[in-house]
Nanobody, 116 residues
Framework: QVQLVESGGGLVQAGGSLRLSCAAS????????MGWYRQAPGKQRELVAD???????NYADSVKGRFTLSRDSAKNTVSLQMNSLKPEDTAVYYC??????????WGQGTQVTVSS
């Protein structure tokens, strides 16, 4: 059993910042990749950013330069620092973890709302 718990969502004005955190119930180093996805009303869930076990990161073009993904293996957490937020960033954000040949795991989601 793997549990992922997101926190840090909320309401922020355009141009503001939020920091999301995902706490895993086991060592994050056991996963091949972890990342953040988001889903806005009426839209498909999309990848925001991910990080592989080596530490290499990947970002969606829409957030590149504004969002930063980091990990803290001692705390079994990955975080998403979101700066210069735009109304288009409004969505439910989900933490994801993948272990090949084992499964893909999801958190419950946390709401991010950016007002114009």
């Amino acid at each position: 059993q793997v549990q992922l718990v997101e926190s840090g969502g909320g309401l922020v004005q355009a141009g503001g910042s939020l920091r999301l955190s995902c706490a895993a119930s086991r060592s994050i180093l056991s996963f091949n990749a972890m990342g953040w996805y988001r889903q806005a009303p009426g839209k498909q869930r999309e990848l925001v950013a991910d990080i592989i076990s080596s530490g290499n990161t990947n970002y969606a073009d829409s957030v590149k330069g504004r969002f930063t993904l980091s990990r803290d293996s001692a705390k079994n957490t990955v975080s998403l620092q979101m700066n210069s937020l735009k109304p288009e960033d409004t969505a439910v954000y989900y933490c994801n973890a993948i272990k090949v040949l084992e499964g893909s795991y999801w958190g419950q989601g946390t709401q991010v709302t950016v007002s114009s």
